[in-house]
């Protein structure tokens, strides 16, 4: 779903104070971005889950339902674009406020001011307010008895889990409805219209496939970032007498270069393989210019997140055992905040991967066990280990003469716990890098003390 209006990020905070509407998008000095916004649901593109026939959000825009929403979602995936679109709906009164200069003392006055436009028979108050998760609880708070009357539509825009961030009261009492990035083909679609449409450029310049690549590459499902760019290079074109963006003329625009990667191609391939070797090889600068690539690039950070959760036990493993905490705890913190943020995070653990001793005895271990069960080898359970809790499982003898660990001192009984075939069997071997020094020494006293072995 497109979306425009709200800042791109904390360094961009819209106006201060309660503004009433969205002005501009008729005017053609305004940024593109303004005047290419949806005026109904009709025109919003992506975000299919969220307007099919007979959804709330459909039925608060149409039906003239009077639900509080929380959208939330990433910057330029449709959260101002929603909030315009139902302000117009059934002739409400629109009051926008931005959690980054509000205070209670804002949200009061316009509460008030709602309450007596209704008493004299006046429009209702539809609220917006962005990036609601910089309210403190007090803040949130304030909002809960209007909320409750509906004395206000609540429409609260957040790009922070609301879960975390936000009151539970507030949530229970709104509709929370959860915006994905948009497409490249959603993407795509816009940048047609903005060409094309009088609302845009009207046709006043074309934009070759190269520099329509890279634009989507940009976007990375931001709508207002590509129109950014868009209207940057459309500029820049027309100003020196030319008709066509070319890649060139976009990179210098936008003071990006464009990065050589096919996410469906060898570049994809490539790119990810040369991360993984060099994280493998210690080259931890190295590994940061890959993974600046794949996130210039507009890789899926999940897919990144994936290969570093893999490679922290293939290439890592019980070296470090906190490496696998690294590259796991970067993965939720990419589900929790996003990007572009959530860039960081993937960079710790890169260089927390990078950095750490290396082994490969893990998935060494795993597969030569797999193999030996894909070639037969994988003999009964030994009496003693089977299970024990059930009618007759004595007469079998199963789980007869079993020696519980902890009733001996050493914590560690000598006693047969592979099938016949697999006695003596050592799949994992440590190495001498890292915590795997004190992990070898220690193994090798666990299995002379369970296989009986006096040393």
Do not use: C
């Not at 962005?130 to 309210?135: M, T």
């Not at 190495?431 to 006096?454: D, N, T, W």
């Amino acid at each position: 779903m497109t979306l425009f209006g709200e800042p791109e990020s904390d360094s961009a905070p819209p106006p201060a104070g309660p503004s009433d509407g969205f002005s501009g998008a008729d005017d053609p000095n305004s940024p593109l971005a303004v005047r290419m916004r949806p005026r109904s649901l009709d025109e919003v593109l992506g975000q299919q889950q969220l307007l099919g026939p007979g959804s709330p959000l459909r039925r608060l825009v149409e039906g003239d339902a009077p639900m509080s929403l929380i959208l939330y979602g990433p910057p330029g995936t449709g959260k101002t674009t929603l909030a315009t679109i139902v302000s117009t709906a059934g002739n409400r009164r629109f009051v926008q406020l931005s959690a980054l200069s509000a205070g209670v003392k804002d949200v009061r006055s316009v509460i008030d001011t709602a309450r007596r436009t209704l008493e004299h028979g006046g429009r209702p108050t539809v609220l917006f307010i962005d990036e609601i998760h910089r309210f403190s609880k007090t803040q949130q708070d304030s909002l809960l008895a209007a909320v409750e009357a509906r004395t206000v539509t609540l429409v609260a825009a957040t790009t922070e889990n609301p879960y975390f961030s936000l009151v539970a009261p507030l949530l229970s009492r709104s509709l929370l409805l959860t915006l994905q990035p948009l497409t490249d083909d959603d993407v795509s679609r816009l940048v047609d219209r903005a060409l094309t449409d009088q609302r845009g450029l009207g046709g006043a310049v074309s934009l070759s496939e190269e520099a329509r690549d890279h634009l989507l590459r940009m976007a990375g499902g931001d709508a207002r970032r590509a129109l950014t760019a868009l209207e940057a290079a459309a500029g820049s074109v027309l100003s020196g007498g030319g008709r066509e963006i070319s890649l060139a003329a976009l990179e210098q625009a936008v003071d990006t270069a464009a990065v050589r990667y096919d996410r469906d191609g060898d570049q994809h391939y490539d790119v990810v393989s040369a991360f993984i070797k060099s994280i493998r090889g210690s080259d931890v600068d190295a590994a940061l210019h890959y993974l600046a690539r794949m996130i210039v690039a507009g890789e899926d950070p999940r897919f990144i997140a994936r290969r570093l959760v893999v490679h922290a036990s293939e290439d890592i493993g019980m070296a470090d055992p906190t490496a696998l905490l690294a590259a796991t705890a970067a993965a939720d913190a990419l589900a929790l905040i996003g990007m572009p943020e959530a860039r960081i995070n993937l960079a710790q653990a890169t260089i927390h991967l990078a950095l750490a001793p290396k082994s490969n005895a893990v998935i060494t271990a795993i597969d030569a066990a797999i193999g030996d069960v894909r070639a037969g080898s994988a003999g009964s359970v030994p009496a003693p280990l089977r299970d024990g809790h059930y009618a007759g499982a004595k007469k079998l003898g199963h789980a007869q003469k079993y020696q519980y660990p902890h009733d001996l001192p050493e914590g560690v009984a000598a006693q047969q716990y592979p099938p016949d075939e697999l006695v003596g069997r050592d799949y994992y071997l440590p190495g001498q890098r890292g915590a795997e020094r004190a992990i070898g020494e220690r193994l090798a006293k666990l299995r002379a003390m369970i296989r009986g072995i006096r040393r």
